[in-house]
Nanobody
Framework: QVQLVESGGGSVQAGGSLRLSCAAS????????RGWFRQAPGKEREFVAA????????KYVDSVKGRFTISRDNAKNTVYLQMNSLKPEDTAVYYC???????????????WGQGTQVTVSS
C-alpha cells in the first residue's frame, strides 16, 4: 500500500502561482511513478503531469506545458507541482497518484490521494 497526502492548494487570482506537494508513505518502492490529475466540477478527472522515479522523464498535458513543472525529492518521498500563470480554467481538485508506468491514463495509477482544491479567480 502507498499513502499519498496532497497539500498546497488554495485560492489565487489569474496570473498567480501555487506549489502543490504530495507526500508518500508506505510501500513506495512498488509504485515509483508519480502523477498529478485534476477534476473540475461536472468534468472527468484528467491527466496533468507525471514524472519518473529518477525525474529525468516528465510528461504534461498540452494545456499546462510551459506553465506547470513537476519535480520530486526522493529523499523526502515528495513530489511537487509548481503552477505558474494560473488561469480560471485551472480551477479543480488536484489529485496525486502513484503507479508503476509513466502514463496519462488513470488506470495506470493504483494509488490516489484525497485531493486538494485549487481555485483561480479572474
Amino acid at each position: 500500500q502507498v499513502q499519498l497526502v496532497e497539500s498546497g492548494g488554495g485560492s489565487v487570482q489569474a496570473g498567480g502561482s501555487l506549489r502543490l506537494s504530495c507526500a508518500a508513505s508506505g510501500r513506495t518502492f512498488s509504485s515509483t511513478v508519480r502523477g498529478w490529475f485534476r477534476q473540475a466540477p461536472g468534468k472527468e478527472r484528467e491527466f496533468v503531469a507525471a514524472i519518473s522515479w529518477t525525474g529525468t522523464t516528465t510528461k504534461y498535458v498540452d494545456s499546462v506545458k510551459g506553465r506547470f513543472t513537476i519535480s520530486r525529492d526522493n529523499a523526502k518521498n515528495t513530489v511537487y507541482l509548481q503552477m505558474n500563470s494560473l488561469k480560471p480554467e485551472d480551477t479543480a481538485v488536484y489529485y496525486c497518484a502513484a503507479g508503476a508506468v509513466l502514463a496519462n491514463e488513470k488506470r495506470a495509477y493504483g494509488y490516489w490521494g484525497q485531493g486538494t482544491q485549487v481555485t483561480v479567480s479572474s
